[in-house]
């Protein structure tokens, strides 16, 4: 599958979730490769103050590995390519779980984030929104940021299933260059996230190649910077007994 084109979306997620008529058009595009974009989803300023609250959790809080579970605690993750990993990663972000509580209580300023997921996946809306594993997996609201000069992510797909049918990010920050892409045809690498801003929020098929290319300069790496490319996403996951989902896979582009 190959990505096709941005299409900012004439509603807002909001006025979506209570359209069957435009969440079947929305879902036909991004069954047909199309990036579907939400303008102005979240403001500028909280945006940059989300990454403030994430960058201070990471400046001071060591990795303590933790399965997702039912009540597992949040989470700082360093992935410093680790050879164990299945997709190649150099990334550090936060994870944040429907029951516990933070600052900026992501689950219900971003709960319609995971009601257009669950809507397009002909579930019910409140899935994962109910303070509890369902079917073995769980919404996880999750900061990722790409340092500049290290960051990256291999080139891969995620599976799809009744779980999700789409992938969702809400832009914080797009980096110097590079950074995120989805592949066009012939592999071409597509960093549509600068054709976006911050605050913009997307949806796209799970089966398109992406993966994250070193944003910024090698040179400029500097472990204590806020520097890079920064994005919230709203996955479900599997939890780490569940042996019916398939893992992410690795493609060689
Ligand atoms: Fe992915």
């Known amino acids: 599958m190959y990505a096709r084109n941005l299409v900012k979306y004439h509603l807002t997620v909001q006025d979506v979730i209570k359209n069957a008529d435009a969440l079947n058009e929305i879902t036909d595009l991004v069954n047909n490769g199309d990036i579907v974009v939400f303008k102005g989803f979240e403001q500028h300023k909280f945006c940059k103050e989300i990454i403030k609250y994430v960058h201070g959790i990471l400046l001071n809080n060591l990795e303590i590995m933790t399965p997702i579970d039912h009540k597992c605690n949040n989470y700082v993750r360093f992935s410093q390519s680790d050879s164990r990993a299945v997709v190649p990663i150099y990334c550090n972000s936060v994870s944040f779980f429907q029951w516990n509580r933070d600052l ?4 219900n300023r971003y709960g319609d984030c995971y009601r257009l997921k669950n809507l397009i996946a002909g579930a019910d809306s409140e899935r994962y929104l109910n303070r509890a594993v ?4 769980t919404s996880r609201i999750a900061c990722h ?3 500049e000069g290290k960051g990256y992510l291999g080139a891969h797909t995620d599976p799809i299933g009744n ?3 789409i992938t969702s990010t ?17 592999n071409k690498k597509w960093y549509f996230e ?5 605050g913009d929020f997307y949806i796209g098929h799970p089966m398109l190649v992406h993966g994250v290319d070193v944003p910024g300069s090698v040179e400029d790496f500097d472990p204590l ?4 490319r920064w994005g919230l996403l709203f996955p479900v996951n599997k939890i780490a007994t569940n042996t019916k989902i ?3 896979i690795k493609v060689d582009i």
């Open 225 to 228: 910077s806020v520097r890079g």
């Open 194 to 198: 600068h054709e976006l801003e911050v």
């Open 170 to 186: 809400l832009i914080l920050d797009v980096g110097k260059s590079n950074g995120y892409y989805v592949t066009k045809k012939n």
């Open 104 to 107: 900026f209580e992501f689950f």
């Open 145 to 147: 940021f790409y340092p």
């Open 246 to 248: 398939a893992d992410s």
């Open 163 to 165: 779980h999700q049918e």
């Open 134 to 137: 369902e079917g073995e997996c």
